[in-house]
């Protein structure tokens, strides 16, 4: 299916230039192109805020709905953090391909385990 982008078609197709397409040889979507779904599944009707921290070590962007906070969170090298969340505060969490993670509660909080891929935490506002 073509994709309209800088006033020509583009088709939605193939592996790409240097492999850098959201298809493969086959014509199957690659994990890229999942990734990208759960982020604009995720993000969509909502406001992006900018940069917000969570924790030494971690990047995270966050967007707004009217009753919604939606982090995304990873390290900026390969390695552990935790992000922790109140439970009453808590909605879901998600990784990179849109599959649900079922945090542990640690006390009031569910403990988050951030690495190196994306995770999403949607928390009330």
């Known amino acids: 299916e073509p ?11 193939g592996p790409g230039w240097a492999y850098g ?8 979507p690659k994990l890229v192109y999942d990734a990208y779904n759960t982020y604009m599944d995720l993000t969509d009707y909502a406001d992006f805020v900018g940069a917000v921290n969570l924790g030494i070590g971690i ?6 709905t ?19 969340v109140p439970q009453a505060q808590f909605i879901a969490a998600y990784d990179r391909l849109g599959l649900p ?22 928390r009330t506002r």
């Open 101 to 122: 993670i079922a945090p542990p509660l640690v006390g009031e909080n569910y403990a988050i385990t951030i690495q190196f891929e994306p995770v999403y935490i949607i």
């Open 59 to 64: 990047e995270a962007y966050r967007y707004t």
């Open 3 to 13: 994709l309209l982008g800088g006033g020509a078609l583009v088709p939605l197709d």
């Open 66 to 84: 009217s009753s919604q906070r939606i982090d995304i969170a990873f390290t900026i090298i390969d390695t552990t953090s935790t992000v922790y």
């Open 21 to 28: 397409g959201l298809l493969d040889d086959n014509q199957d």
